[in-house]
């Protein structure tokens, strides 16, 4: 039996005993940062969670270990399931599957060619499909996936007008050779096709300039309908362009709701078949990565995360494969996604770096059309050099300085840069979540400055907001109390004036970070400093001086134009204002 010598790793690794340790202890047990305390004794471990102080509520705990047995073995990672050749018999005509293709579709929105076919067995993991598209003089190969009762989809993206010719193949023979063609035609008013690197920055497929301007609801599409109906309300008048959120649900602290079904069909009462998809729950995925889409937000999806209590996190190389297959398929052809290959990678203790070096090879095998792909650490950084890797995404390396490395990583790894995790505005007693609107705003300008992009969350405790509930926007989304939204948003419009709608890092005063574009605009940021004036050196030609209250979102430009030389800026004394310097 479990006790208090048993190691907090014996108990973790025996499903009815970590069940035990999530309810009773979720802070301490459903934290990734648990894998720091395997070896700990579960007695001296008690001590350390303050829900366990009380001696009723510690002897429920070790009674209720008590009366589970633990000498389980952790059961072997299940094998890797090959397609059934003989699926099918030798007396099913080949091709003989009824196939439905649109006559039409608009640039860059998903092309779906739809079959109806056999459903005995597995069709999950006893047929393999896909198709050979020719388009524009060149061929793509898009994997398809079973979408339940009979229905097998193959999703591309609609990446170039023309007319798209297809050949089917499978190893179920009714699904194989099946032939057909679509057009593809003008795109759709406000679409601008999936984003790629620029350089240093973003552009999306028709040459609009993309800012990615992110916040973070890791499970709001896990959460009640309402709720996800609400977030959608929300961020349509928020000035974000990406949406941070996982597949799989989220278990930690504001984190306890079980949602209504998974990406595997199961429960966590009954267990899991890691061999069945739940083509229903995948279906209002994707009509929520429509709906970001509709509000112009990249849905930026998060493909593997530590924080877990249904065994997601450690399913095994086969099923990790399959479920990544399975995702790629169904969500590469929608013009809004990026992928994330994990939340805080180095968390998840049973991968290493071999593994997400192939589970990053199988996303580019089954994306062919090249959707942004990073990984987010939680530590030590990922290498971002890696080939697969297209731009950098990190979370806050200090409690307090991390925007400022901005300009360095740019150098080291010759990427764009997202902080996709600065810390969140908030009040919760993490220090993680409880930095204020001004020091969200600050960390956005920093990076902003030295030619980055900052990610915003917020984590208000529900209670101090006179609410009732325990939804933090951080991870179920919901409503945002904070004041930096709007801040954000003015620093969007500064940037969206710059001539190429981005800054880049210039040579910067040592007390003063300088951005923009070299000869045209200079941006100096002074952040926690409240200088009453500024001296600057103007270089050659005219140049119109600006002031700009970051805070309050002012601008107000001083007097005429200046030529090359010194100019004395007077300024209010306060903190968080920018200057800029436009070349007439």
Known sequence: MFDRRSTFGEALDHPAARA?????????????????????????????????????????????LAEIGGDAQRPPYAPAIEPDPAYEADDVVRGSATVVAPAEVALWAPLEIRIDGPSHGNPFVDVE????????????????????????????????????????????????????????????????????????????????????????????????????????????????????????PKSYLYNANEPDDFPFVGSLDDGFDLERFDPAHFRRLEHRIAQLADLGIQADLILFHAYDRWGFADMGPAV?????????????????????????????????????????????????????????????????????????????????????????????????????????????????????????VRRFWEAAVRGGYCGHGETYLPSALGLDDEVLWWSKGGVLHGTSPDRIRFLEELLAEAPEGAWDPLPSDWDVPWGGIAGRVKVGYFGFNRPRFRNLMLDEGEWTIDVIDTWNMTVERMPGTHPAGSVRVELPGRQFMAVRLTRV
């Open 320 to 440: 990790d494969d399959r479920y990544l297959r399975y995702v790629v398929r169904r969500l590469a052809g929608f013009a809004n996604v990026w992928w994330s290959m994990a939340n805080e990678y180095d968390l998840l203790w049973a991968k290493d770096t071999a593994d997400w070096e192939r589970l990053a090879a199988i996303v580019g095998e089954e994306d062919p059309f090249g959707h942004l792909n990073s990984i987010h650490n939680c530590r030590p950084f990922y290498d971002y050099s890696a080939a697969w890797i297209t731009h950098v995404s990190v979370q806050r390396v200090d409690v307090y300085r991390t925007a400022e490395n901005t300009d360095e990583w740019r150098e080291r790894w010759g990427k764009p840069v997202v902080i996709d995790e600065c810390a969140y505005e908030g009040d919760i007693d993490q220090g993680w979540g409880n930095i204020t609107g001004e020091e969200m």
């Open 129 to 248: 499909l896909d198709a050979v598209f020719t388009r524009a003089g060149e061929e793509v190969r898009v994997g398809g996936f079973y979408d339940g009762d009979g229905a097998y989809v193959i999703r591309a993206l609609a990446d170039a007008e023309g007319e798209w010719s297809f050949v089917t193949r499978s190893t179920a023979r009714s699904l194989d050779g099946l032939t057909g063609s679509v057009v593809v035609g003008p795109p759709v008013k406000g679409s601008h096709g999936p984003v790629r690197v620029d350089g240093f920055h973003f552009r999306h497929a028709d040459g609009t300039r993309h800012r990615p301007l992110g916040t973070t609801a890791y499970a709001w599409t896990h959460q009640p309908e309402d709720l996800q109906h609400q977030t959608l309300a929300t961020l349509a008048e928020s000035p974000f362009t990406k949406m941070r959120m996982c597949v799989f």
């Open 20 to 64: 035990v340790l999530e309810r009773l202890m979720p802070g301490f047990a459903a934290s990734p940062m648990a894998s720091q305390f395997r070896d700990g004794r579960l007695g001296s471990l008690i001590a350390l969670v303050p829900s366990l102080e009380a001696q009723e509520a510690r002897d429920r705990l070790r009674a209720e």
